[in-house]
């Protein structure tokens, strides 16, 4: 059963518009989330994050948005650029037991177009 | 600091071979995680140790031990190899006292069991 899903495997933009990823949780008890990103060969690299009791998290052209009612947490790239075009992988932390481990969605494969 | 390094960075076996798999990291992180990448799967966690000299199961560890008898070096072995185990590894470390508890990734080993 998938506790983190990204629902949309790809998406496609222009270059200069806004790129919104999708991330849905099951999981009541997860109180941190995080948005990597990985370029093919390479491995993820931490892009940024929120807390459960936050609603937002802005770095630079990146910001991410938690709707915890209803367990959907999305990222925001304005404005979108080629090298942004990776796969993003949504991730969670669950705050039950002494075990925090990372819980990761599939991923989104963004195309950004020139 | 050349962060977290994975070795080899590809390696091709024959079904019943063994192999190591060898992660160093030199952020001094007590945390480290062995996962595999398969098209579809996103990340899957095959075991983590969170310091020196213990190891845990995580999601998907049958087939594959681990050591962790220095803090900077995190192992997996695959004592007999099988086709199910032509995968992706990534290496990852992390600190609990990091205040994202961001987890940082190796370039990852591909490996092609025949």
């Known amino acids: 059963d998938q506790q983190v899903k990204q629902n949309s495997p790809s998406l496609s933009v222009q270059e200069g518009r806004i790129s919104i990823l999708n991330c849905d949780y099951t999981n009541s008890m997860f109180d941190y989330f995080l948005w990597y990103k990985k370029y093919p060969a390479e491995g993820p690299t931490f892009l940024i994050s929120?807390?459960?009791i936050k609603d937002k998290n802005e770095d630079g052209r990146f910001t991410v948005f938690l709707n915890k009612s209803a367990k959907h947490l999305s990222l925001h790239i304005v404005p979108s650029q080629p090298g942004d075009s990776a796969v993003y992988f949504c991730a969670a932390i669950s705050n039950a037991g002494n075990n925090r481990k990372l819980i990761w969605g599939l991923g989104t494969s963004l195309a950004v177009n020139p | 600091n050349a962060g977290v390094t994975q070795t080899p960075k590809f390696r091709v076996l024959k079904t019943g071979q063994s192999m190591t798999l060898l992660c160093a990291q030199d952020m001094n992180h007590e945390y480290m995680y062995w996962y595999r990448q398969d098209p579809g799967m996103g990340l899957r966690l095959i075991h983590y140790s969170v310091g020196e000299g213990t190891t845990a199961k995580g999601e998907v560890p049958d087939g594959y031990n681990v050591s962790r008898l220095k803090k900077q070096n995190f192992l997996l072995g695959l004592e007999s190899a099988a086709p199910s185990q032509t995968s992706v590894y990534f290496c990852a470390s992390s600190s609990p006292r990091a205040r994202q508890e961001t987890q940082y990734f190796g370039p990852g080993t591909r490996l092609l069991v025949l």
């Open positions: 929120i807390s459960s």
